[in-house]
């Protein structure tokens, strides 16, 4: 493939698109752990072995943190 091939920019293009979402998404979950660090449910997991912060906020997101004792 020749370097100024089409498929050569699209193919950059599309590799710097992908670093955005990647960048935004570790923004997002950043994000997410600042806000769930005083939250009961994100202490909990947290001390479970094997679940870090990333797994804790998306498991509140996926099953919800509104529970009654």
């Not at 020749?2 to 997002?28: F, T, V």
């Not at 994100?42 to 072995?49: D, E, K």
Request: glycine share 8%; net charge negative; aromatic share 4%.
């Amino acid at each position: 493939m020749d370097q100024d091939d089409i498929r050569c920019e699209q193919l950059k293009d599309y590799a710097i698109r992908s670093l955005a979402i990647l960048r935004k998404r570790e923004e997002l979950i950043q994000q997410m752990v600042d806000l769930s660090k005083e939250r009961n449910e994100y202490r909990i997991l947290i001390s479970i072995p094997g679940i870090g912060e990333n797994t804790a906020v998306r498991l509140i997101g996926e099953i919800g943190g509104h529970y009654t004792h």
